[in-house]
């Protein structure tokens, strides 16, 4: 079970040409500067931009095939994509945000129950994102992810608005998670110092191409 990605996608400046692989349980950091190509690569995988050729493939699952006509639409792809602003509607508790995504009706209210426990955020379920801290949205974002049981979660500088020492608790908590619960994670950071000891591998990609690949310890 892993992710196999390779995407080409002509873009301002320069053109996105990237071939990256993930195995389950693993977690890959993408560094580098802003435009560089990192988010729009996540985007492509996440189906939300449309590849000009290339191919994705999760878990033996054609997501994407230029040359075969075969692009999944975003919901059916089984790969979870957490913006930098979180997405949180507006007009929902936080409860009935991380129910939108649970695919089991049957069994909502305890999956629901299990990651509102699980990300500390069960005293704020029936809060509106409005009436959250933005350390409080960015897990109520996480939860509506993990609880969608994605084969693939890929966080897009989620961290980038929160204080150093939040920032620091949720990487220890996403790394914790990933690592018992087996899930393969892309996570794009502009601060590589924040990943020692999270990440089992990073990519620099600049100017649209992979420059520099560093398996970690």
Known sequence: MKLEASIVKKMKGFTLDVSLSAAQGEIVGLLGESGGGKSMTLKSIAGIVTPDSGRIVLNEHILFDSERKINVPV????????????????????????CCGIKDRNRKKEIADQFLELLHITPFEGRYPKELSGGQQQRVALARLLAASPALIMLDEPFSALDPELRMDMLNLIDELCHSKKLTLL????????????????????NGRISQQEKCA
């Open 75 to 98: 919901r059916e792809r089984n790969a979870g994509y957490m913006f930098q602003s979180y997405a949180l509607f507006p007009y929902m508790t936080v409860r009935e945000n991380i």
């Open 187 to 206: 996570l794009v950071t502009h601060q590589p110092s924040e990943l020692t000891g999270k990440v089992d591998r990073m990519l620099r990609i600049e």
